[in-house]
């Protein structure tokens, strides 16, 4: 049972564009979100995160939205560059859990230039 | 800061031998995961680790999969036997506080 979905394998957008990337959840205790970078031979970088207190957060290029009643969250990066080209992972925790994520299967991301 | 080290970067074994991953955290988090991530799946926990004792087990198949977390710091995971299926990248990540996770670049695995 796939509790964060990423239904999107692949993504490809052109440079200077948006690039929207989307997640959904059906655990809802989950209150935690959180976008990984990951390149190839890498592990996952940190990107960006959101409490379930808040519908969005933004840093710089990359903003996050959360929709709880449709348990859904998009990654919006504008403007896209060909650097942002990897594979993004949606991530999920409950309180209580620990702080253990349950991420998604992620989306590869490629930026034409 | 020096992040979180793995090894050796990749290993191809035969079904049925053993292997053994290491991982050394960053120094001072108190909290060690090991994750796999199979071929186009995302991360999917193993163990989790509070200083030497574990936490969480549970989605460890603790048949053929052992881990150790020695005085705190290092830990080893080991397999044995290895199966077709055990093909993936092992990860280890380790926490100091809030969800600030840092991943090691983890170990390739292919079992042939």
């Known amino acids: 049972d796939q509790q964060v979905k990423q239904n999107s394998p692949s993504l490809s957008v052109q440079e200077g564009r948006i690039s929207i990337l989307n997640c959904d959840y059906t655990?809802?205790?989950?209150?935690?979100f959180l976008w990984y970078k990951k390149y190839p031979a890498e592990g996952p970088t940190f990107l960006i995160s959101i409490s379930s207190i808040k519908d969005k957060n933004e840093d710089g290029r990359f903003t996050v939205f959360l929709n709880k009643s449709a348990k859904h969250l998009s990654l919006h990066i504008v403007p896209s560059q060909p650097g942002d080209s990897a594979v993004y992972f949606c991530a999920a925790s409950a309180s209580g859990s620990a702080r253990q994520l349950t991420f998604g299967s992620g989306t590869q991301l490629t930026v034409l230039p | 800061e020096a992040g979180v080290a793995q090894s050796p970067r990749y290993k191809i074994i035969e079904k049925r031998q053993s292997v053994a991953f290491w991982c050394n955290p960053i120094?001072?988090?108190?909290?060690l995961y090991w994750y796999q991530q199979i071929l186009g799946q995302g991360p999917k926990l193993l163990i989790q680790f509070q200083n030497n004792g574990v936490v969480d087990d549970s989605q460890l198949p603790k048949d053929r999969f052992s881990a150790e977390r020695l005085k705190g710091v290092d830990s080893t995971l080991k397999i044995q036997p290895a199966k077709l299926e055990d093909s993936a990248v092992y990860l280890c990540?380790?926490?100091?506080?809030?969800?600030?996770?840092?991943f090691g670049s983890g170990t390739r695995l292919t079992v042939v």
């Open positions: 655990n809802s205790m989950f209150d935690y």
């Open positions: 990540a380790s926490r100091t506080q809030g969800y600030g996770y840092t």
């Open positions: 120094s001072g988090h108190a909290t």
